[in-house]
């Protein structure tokens, strides 16, 4: 009974976000999503994905844990192949990974025999830039995300804020159009990943990137992103994209931003209804 | 963070070596540095274990007259002159050659097919299979087959020792590949790394434990066969002939000298230079 009127509420937000979508693209669709689906064997893990992100945008993806909206994010980015449906960016379908287009992890994705300033390096040397020019760049960047002076530490030498800095440099490093984000702020404390969610707002405000993060955490969400979109699961479906109007720098505790975020998780199915717990008291 | 891989962990001899990739400083070192302290309880242990090999020597020697077993004086004033003598450093120099061209193309060999099956699915189902027949035959049972088709000399104990050190190079790092962690391989090909870059940027350092261990485990294996091979092989220099000459003609001092060669060699071999390169090769581990 539930499932199915989840299924129709689902069908229905899709039906009324199509129109809407296009209204949105007053700037142009920068990475557009047509009829995506995957199946793990039998299992149908997203079905019938329409997304469309414009150019310059920043664009979250919420959703309970197994919803795929990791493995949407590892599609956009061509690490893995779509069962059905297609992955369009600057107009181009996407068929493997590219360096235009970067992906940041949760964790455990710097290498633990390089060290921080040699894992920055990284993509640097895939795409042989002379060792002096490697050498500049690094510096530059790590001054940017605030890890001068760590240079030489190994990742298992510094704090997890800090390898998810070194992490991000390594990404900016080759300078992607397009960045992915997959719960990258997941495995911090609470305090540390408010001070990172400025500092990503930081390097992307006028970067012009487009970015497309998936997370767990709505307010996250709503602070950081132009775009919410909400994600149920089992298939994982978009139930419904929510535009956040507030200009930045956000206030975590205004009103508006208060209000949408009992809407996303009542859209989750988290939020406990007023009319049946206020009697209750 | 870079846990080594049970099958890293099982194939390595129980003992010293087990103790010292994981963890940093010792919990029973309070003082003084702590890369040091653990080198300082090495040598002791060494000390201790060689202290206690000559005390059961010296007393086995008691009870045994001098043509059996010789005491340690004897057997090390024979070593000393022996070591005098252009012959025996020749036999040394040539067992060393053998070993050191042997182990050294072993190695080479086992990483090749350990990364390459790592990195290709059907040939390492098919490489599985193959180490597992044919690392069951000892490799000295090829002795014979070898002198046969290669005749006597150097090269049937060279590829001896070869067969010998090449398993356990070969499977430790097949298994750790397969233990390469997704996400670092996925990093370098967001980056556009190619076929290559992915083998030289991700899966060789992130093996080169295993291949530290994997050359730790295949070089007490060529060691041994070395010596074996040099015994039944034909060979009319090496320390293996060297003892097998002695004992036809119930040389025993000889015997034991060369025994005492191999020992300390292996054991100088094995935990102070191959433990050093490991501290090398795997700086950022030992880094606190």
Excluded at chain 1, 92 to 98: I, L
Excluded at chain 1, 99 to 115: C, G, I, K
């Amino acid at each position: 009974m539930e499932i199915r009127s989840l299924v129709e509420t689902a069908e229905l937000g899709r039906g009324e976000e199509a129109p809407s979508l296009l209204l949105a693209g007053a700037n142009k669709g920068k990475i557009i999503v047509q009829e995506l689906f995957k199946d793990f064997d039998s299992l149908r893990v997203l079905d019938g994905i329409h997304l469309e992100v414009g150019e310059g945008e920043f664009l979250a993806l919420v959703g309970p844990s197994g919803c795929g909206k990791s493995t949407l994010l590892r599609m956009l980015a061509g690490l893995m192949k779509p069962s059905g449906g297609r992955v369009l960016i600057d107009g181009e379908e996407v068929r493997g990974p590219s360096p235009s287009r970067n992906l940041v992890f949760q964790e455990h994705a710097l290498y633990p025999w390089r060290t921080v300033s040699q894992n920055v390096a990284l993509g640097l040397e895939i795409f042989r830039f002379p060792p002096a020019e490697i050498r500049r760049r690094v510096k530059e960047l790590l001054a940017l995300v605030g890890l001068e002076g760590f240079d030489d530490y190994y990742p298992h030498q510094i704090s997890g804020g800090m390898r998810q800095r070194a992490a991000l440099a390594r990404v900016l490093a080759v300078d992607p159009d397009v960045l992915f984000l997959d719960e990258p702020f997941g495995a911090l404390d609470a305090m540390t990943r408010l001070t990172l969610q400025k500092e990503l707002l930081r390097l992307w405000d006028h970067s012009g990137k487009t970015v497309v993060l998936v997370t767990h955490d709505v307010e996250e969400a709503l602070y950081l992103a132009d775009r919410v979109a909400i994600m149920s699961a089992v298939p994982g479906r978009i139930r419904e994209i929510i535009r956040v109007k507030d200009p930045r720098p956000r206030d975590r505790g205004s009103a508006s931003l208060v209000s949408l975020k009992r809407t996303v998780l009542d859209l989750l199915g988290l939020e406990p209804k007023f009319s049946q717990t206020i009697p209750a008291i | 963070m870079a846990e080594r891989t049970r099958a890293e962990r099982a194939l390595e001899p129980v003992g010293e070596r087990g103790e010292d990739l994981g963890g940093g400083a010792s919990p029973t070192s309070p003082t003084g540095k702590p890369p040091s302290a653990p080198g300082l309880r090495r040598l002791t242990a060494y000390g201790l274990a060689f202290l206690s090999i000559l005390l059961g020597w010296q007393l086995a020697s008691l009870f045994f007259p001098a043509y059996l077993i010789p005491t340690p004086t004897q057997v090390f004033l024979r070593l000393t002159r022996e070591l005098g003598t252009r012959k025996f450093l020749f036999t040394i120099a040539r067992s060393f050659v053998r070993l050191g061209i042997g182990f050294g193309i072993a190695s080479l060999l086992g990483v090749v097919v350990g990364l390459a099956s790592g990195v290709w699915g059907p040939f390492r189902r098919y490489s599985r299979a193959l180490v597992s027949i044919l690392q069951s035959i000892p490799p000295i049972a090829w002795v014979p087959l070898f002198i046969i088709l290669l005749g006597f000399g150097d090269r049937p104990i060279i590829l001896v020792i070869i067969i010998s050190a090449f398993f356990p190079m070969a499977v430790s790092v097949m298994n750790a590949v397969e233990h390469v962690e997704p996400v670092h391989v996925d990093v370098a090909r967001l980056m556009g790394a190619s076929r290559l870059q992915l083998i030289s940027k991700v899966y060789a350092p992130e093996v080169l434990p295993a291949i530290v261990t994997g050359g730790q485990v295949g070089f007490g294996n060529a060691w041994r066969s070395l010596i074996a091979a040099e015994m039944v092989g034909g060979v009319n220099i090496g320390l293996g002939w060297f003892i097998t000459i002695a004992g036809e003609v119930a040389d025993m001092a000889a015997v034991l000298a060369g025994i005492v060669v191999i020992g300390l060699f292996s054991a100088a071999l094995d935990s102070w230079v191959l433990e050093h390169l490991k501290r090398r090769l795997l700086k950022w581990k030992y880094a606190v």
